[in-house]
Nanobody, 116 residues
Framework: QVQLVESGGGLVQAGGSLRLSCAAS????????MGWYRQAPGKQRELVAV???????NYVDSVKGRFTISRDNAKNTVYLQMNSLKPEDTAVYYC??????????WGQGTQVTVSS
């Protein structure tokens, strides 16, 4: 079994920054993709950023230039540095990992609230 523990969410004013972390533990051989998704009230969950094992990244257009995803393979941890936060970034943020076995795991979610 694999467990994901997220941290770093909270309340911040517009223009502020937060850093999310997601640490994976358990029966892990190798992690291929790691990513962050978010879901705002009344909206569908959307991809925010993903990073593969080699470090290649992809972002949703609305966060490009403001958010940075990174990973530490030795710690099985993925990070999301969020700068210049906007009220529309308010959502529950979920991390997601894809193992080399193709199994997919999700974190429990962490709330990010940006006040105007």
């Amino acid at each position: 079994q694999v467990q994901l523990v997220e941290s770093g969410g909270g309340l911040v004013q517009a223009g502020g920054s937060l850093r999310l972390s997601c640490a994976a533990s358990g029966s892990i051989t190798s992690i291929n993709g790691m990513g962050w998704y978010r879901q705002a009230p009344g909206k569908q969950r959307e991809l925010v950023a993903v990073i593969n094992r080699g470090g290649s990244t992809n972002y949703v257009d609305s966060v490009k230039g403001r958010f940075t995803i990174s990973r530490d393979n030795a710690k099985n941890t993925v990070y999301l540095q969020m700068n210049s936060l906007k009220p529309e970034d308010t959502a529950v943020y979920y991390c997601r990992i894809v193992l080399s076995t193709s199994y997919v795991y999700w974190g429990q979610g962490t709330q990010v609230t940006v006040s105007s």
